[in-house]
């Protein structure tokens, strides 16, 4: 099975900043990877497929990069309603398997 | 897309459970479905998948055996069909629609399955 490392755990960032997280997969995924947003109490939504497509009307202030088996989601500019829990999820061969985790929070 | 799901509920070990997942607002004869389950533990964890002829299913380790994916075109709806559930099935469970490249572009609201005597 391939293991999905996410990082870090958790974060914290002010109004405007920039954050990053990152995936590490347990070997390469061809860029077969998706990151989910996951607000309190909802299900997750599908934020960018195929490392780097954003999913239609996710704001442009998201981004995804990477390749071979390390890929990263970035914010530019953080906006309250960007406090979430995101998730990684490669889909590159069955079983399909997840990252950790990384709850995002407002200084 | 709406897709919602029913049947959880609290259920004895070694008992059985069956979800469904009412699916519309897309053609749900050309996608792949899928379950997903999730615990403040142990995260997100695909369940099954099943193609969009259902002739084809997948399963991790953890449920292969235990579990089957079925769909009913007729009333487009999803089903998971949870034989001899352990303690360690607990969790909400959210049926989701397969996007090009397996990914899960849409995912209902959930339901909680809890697994306890």
């Known amino acids: 099975d391939i293991q999905m490392t996410q990082s870090p755990a958790s974060l914290s960032a002010s109004l405007g900043e920039t954050v990053s997280i990152e995936c590490l997969a347990s070997e390469g995924i061809s860029n077969d990877l998706a990151w989910y947003q996951q607000k309190s109490g909802k299900s997750p939504h599908l934020l960018i497929h195929?490392?780097?497509r954003l999913q239609d009307g996710v704001p442009s202030r998201f981004s995804g990069s990477g390749s071979g088996t390390r890929y990263s989601l970035k914010i530019s500019g953080m906006q309250p309603e960007d406090e979430a829990d995101y998730f990684c999820?490669?889909?590159?061969?069955?079983?399909?398997?997840f990252g950790s985790g990384t709850k995002l929070e407002i200084k | 897309v709406q897709l919602v799901e029913s049947g959880g509920g609290l259920v004895q070990p070694g008992r059985s459970l069956k979800l469904s997942c009412a699916a519309s607002g897309f053609t749900f004869t050309d996608s792949y479905m899928a379950w997903v389950r999730q615990t403040p533990k142990k995260g997100l964890e695909w369940v099954a998948t099943?193609?969009?002829?259902?002739?084809?299913?997948y399963y991790p380790d953890s449920v292969r055996g235990r579990f089957t994916i079925s769909r009913d075109y007729a009333k487009s709806s999803l089903y998971l069909q949870m034989n001899s559930l352990k303690s360690e099935d607990t969790a909400t469970y959210y049926c989701?629609?397969?996007?090009?490249?397996?990914?899960?572009?849409?995912w209902g609201q959930g339901v909680m399955v809890t697994v306890s005597s």
């Open positions: 989701a629609r397969h996007g090009l490249r397996i990914n899960f572009d849409y």
């Open positions: 099943i193609s969009s002829r259902g002739t084809t299913t």
């Open positions: 195929t490392t780097s």
């Open positions: 999820q490669q889909s590159h061969k069955y079983p399909l398997t």
